[in-house]
């Protein structure tokens, strides 16, 4: 069965520190998104990508956050500097329909910013 | 804006009792529902969603959840659970016409108990 995998499955980062994370999304799915789990709290949308463009993006999502799709099967997450409260489990969906009915999530990056 | 409130952080139950996760959610919109599941060091896994019709929907591994427009919930019920039942549980809405953003609600931690 088809799925979506992520790398690496955890990341230890120094503050300031550029991070990439990665994603692979099932092969015929077209919308993307990113989310993230900061321990003990609830999963939080990030952004969502369609088209080689941004769909939306949350609050949490600002200039220091940045997606791109590189490639026809890679989707990349980039955190430009990163700070203790990046810290946090990042997952990446992909899903075929445009609703989002039905996204498959990757096993998820830990982390952690020192 | 929407939220979505899971009632008990953790719920211990016994092997082949029955269980209920409880789910209440606030939206101004329709909204799809979602029950997503977690094992250790796994991704989140759709485990059922209601997006029209019959209010009672079955999932996969013997779930099944009941969505109440008046009462705003979707709590999620199983007969009765097995040992490999153990882990969080996430309920989740996307809003009408939004995009596809999954909201969570924190999580529910089932504890299967010989």
Known sequence: EPEVTQTPSHQVTQMGQEVILRCVPISNHLYFYWYRQILGQKVEFLVSFYN?????????FDDQFSVERPDGSNFTLKIRSTKLEDSAMYFCASSTSSGGREQYFGPGTRLTVT | A????QLDSQVPVFEEAPVELRCNYSSSVSVYLFWYVQYPNQGLQLLLKYLSG???VKGINGFEAEFN???TSFH???PSVHISDTAEYFCAVIP?????????????ELSVKP
């Open chain 1, 52 to 60: 080689n463009e941004i769909s939306e993006k949350s609050e949490i």
């Open chain 2, 96 to 108: 009408y016409n939004q995009g596809g953003k999954l909201i969570f609600g924190q999580g529910t």
């Open chain 2, 2 to 5: 929407q939220s979505v409130t």
């Open chain 2, 76 to 78: 999620l019920r199983k």
């Open chain 2, 69 to 71: 427009k008046s009462q």
């Open chain 2, 54 to 56: 019959s209010t009672l």
